[in-house]
């Protein structure tokens, strides 16, 4: 089946002008995954004198399925990468007390899988203290753009006392192909800092 498709994709890539088989498939399924996914989401990143951006840990802190948690940097950017999708957020490195912001989180499954919208995609936040989150449980309808391609999702707050505020969250969702679904869920954390 696998030699059939090789040799389909191959007539296919050749009308193209594209030679090898492995490196073509690749080429066209990116081309075409990203035409229907949205723009990816982008966030300026933390200047080296801004103080959310100070060696503390205290950027962004991403916990993956596995348990593991690991500093990622502002801007959009990856908190799990596995063969059949990907999540990424984007949070501000900082806000100003009493000032409305938000966090973005996407979904995007990877070529052969889409997000399934029968299931019953949960996203839940929890508030930190001295942080008022507009919408603390979210779901397909509160979604910014769901399609089978991706899911977008903003977590609007306003923080009403200055510090470190550290938000967590879980996102529960479903990936299928044309024959299987895979229930997913992952876990979040973020830290946002809040001056006056």
Known sequence: MNSMRCALSVALLATLGLA???????????????ADTPEPIEAAPASPSDPAAAPDGKQVVALGADGKSKVVPVGGKTIADTPTY????????????????????????????????????????????????????QGVADAVAFAEKAGRWNVEFQADSTGAKDFTGQIKFAVCTETSCDPKKEQLAWNVAVAE
Not at 23 to 34: L, Q, T, V
Not at 86 to 108: H, Q
Request: with cysteine.
């Open 20 to 34: 090898s088989c492995k490196k073509d498939e690749a080429a066209a399924a990116e081309r075409a995954s990203s």
């Open 86 to 137: 990907k999540v990424t957020l984007a949070a501000p490195p900082k806000v100003g007390k009493g000032t409305d912001a938000t966090v973005t989180l996407e979904i995007v499954p990877k070529p052969g899988w889409k997000l399934n919208k029968e299931f019953p995609t949960k996203l839940t936040i929890n508030e930190p203290a001295g942080v008022k989150i507009k919408k603390k449980e």
